[in-house]
């Protein structure tokens, strides 16, 4: 599949879609006006200005409010000298410049051969993928944490591994999910890593304990153990193992157990693997898809974690599959099973997001072993978006394609970015869509009484 070959047709076909886009998220998906960072930001003000515990708030008329360590409000103190407008923009503006990190670290050192045409198809095709469109208009930290274990990911893979690890000890100060890439880095022998890691996160959570005991021991004896602070376990939106035993109706405590042990152990061996081929990206992605598997609550909108996987998938010269896969993410077809998931559609389908959580847990190709490389430098690995790039390259022009010949071999006829697009496009538009009372409802209208989520 090759695209248009001259400057107009690549501007005229990034237009179209660029219209195809925002109609479909100005009636598809809709705005969730930034609920979560309205929780934030009560949480902040009523805690510096009124003398309240972060704990305590909630949004008025609903009985959402803070769930995250207390080192998070912490990062957050910026909004309570700030307005609420001045704080969503410098959501937006953060969540943009991680995204733009994010894909920097996975084009590799070849972005700057990517052009403005095949950067203009990456970001529409981003744009439809409902975790991400989740975590902006939810004024979510989703990709600010995914930016900073991919930091890690670059150390690693490039031999500049003096800092690793630090990235990832304030993502699991943060939220405690990113915790899991400790264990990877035990996992890999990196044992420097690894300390860094705990010694960043066990520092920052001292700081918050410091600025305030009180809510750090509510947090660490009550609040963290109480799930129902965050939202039922069975809502749809929770595509986690414990979101699927709760639709089924079997929320109990040792079978989901069993099912995490059984997981991690799947998680072990291939992040093991990975590791062992040097392979340091899709040991991330593995531990990324694993962490949304075992965590309690998994919301829609945390699935970012998967991205690195998609990308995997086109490296490994599959992007039909990549494609297929994530089209089905930016269709919020998990909402059609809103209100009843019984039967075997609802099993099926309202834990589709998880089962292909599991299915990339399973399958994500891993590069061929060439030895023992865990501690050598990465220096010749080939990005997986630098594969993308090529074979969603439009086809060069006569004059230039002698020249281009050494360096560029297309491994495939067809991208993700490109079958993303295209298939998203057609179902995604008529899809049925149920009204949410729940904090992750991503595909109602913004209400007067907006719900939260974690």
Request: with cysteine; hydrophobic share 50%; glycine share 10%.
């Amino acid at each position: 599949m090759t695209g248009p070959r001259t400057d107009r047709g690549r501007a005229l076909l990034v237009l179209v879609l660029v219209a195809a886009v925002t109609v479909f998220t100005a009636t598809v998906p809709l705005l969730r006006d930034w609920f979560d960072l309205r929780v934030y930001y009560g949480t902040v003000h009523t805690w510096v200005h009124h003398g309240g515990r972060i704990y305590d708030y909630r949004v008025p008329g609903t009985t959402y409010g803070f769930t995250y360590p207390p080192f998070a409000a912490l990062g957050m103190l910026p909004m309570a000298v700030v307005g609420l407008h001045l704080a969503i923009a410098a959501s937006l503006l953060l969540n943009l410049a991680a995204l733009a990190f994010v894909l920097r670290i996975l084009a590799g050192p070849g972005w700057r051969r990517w052009g403005w045409y095949r950067w203009a198809l990456t970001l529409c095709a981003l744009a439809l993928f409902e975790p991400l469109r989740d975590t902006f208009s939810f004024g979510q930290v989703n990709v600010i944490l995914l930016a900073l274990v991919l930091g890690d990911c670059c150390l690693l893979r490039s031999g500049r591994g003096r800092w690793a690890g630090a990235g990832i000890g304030l993502a699991a100060a943060v939220k405690l999910t990113p915790a899991l890439f400790i264990g990877m880095l035990l996992l890999a022998r990196r044992w420097r890593a690894a300390a860094t890691a705990t010694a960043v996160a066990l520092a920052a959570t001292g700081l918050a304990a410091w600025a305030d005991p009180r809510a750090s021991r509510f947090y660490w004896t009550q609040a963290l153990w109480d799930t129902s602070r965050v939202g039922r376990l069975d809502y749809v939106s929770n595509q986690s193992l414990q979101g699927v035993l709760a639709r089924l109706g079997h929320p109990d405590k040792p079978l989901w157990a069993t099912a995490v042990l059984l997981t991690l152990a799947v998680w072990a061996w291939r992040t093991h693997r990975a590791v062992a081929a040097g392979d340091w990206t899709a040991a991330f992605a593995l531990t990324g898809l694993a962490a949304c598997l075992v965590s309690p609550i998994t919301w829609v909108h945390h699935l970012v974690w998967l991205l690195p996987s998609f990308v995997i998938l086109a490296r490994a010269g599959r992007p039909r599959i990549a494609g297929a896969l994530y089209a089905v993410m930016c269709t919020s077809v998990v909402w059609l099973w809103f209100d009843d998931a019984s039967g075997v559609d609802g099993f099926l389908g309202s834990n589709i997001y998880t089962w292909i959580t599991l299915g990339l847990l399973f399958g994500l190709p891993i590069a061929q072993s060439r030895g023992d490389r865990s501690d050598r430098p990465e220096r010749s690995e080939r990005s997986p978006l630098s594969l993308i790039a090529r074979v969603t390259a439009p086809t060069p022009r006569p004059a230039k394609a002698a020249a281009m010949a050494v360096s560029d071999h297309p491994e495939s006829s067809s991208g993700v970015v490109a079958a993303a697009i295209g298939t998203v496009l057609g179902p995604g538009r008529g899809a049925g869509r149920s009204a949410s009372s729940e904090p992750t409802g991503s595909t109602r209208p913004a209400a007067s009484k907006p719900q939260s989520s974690s």
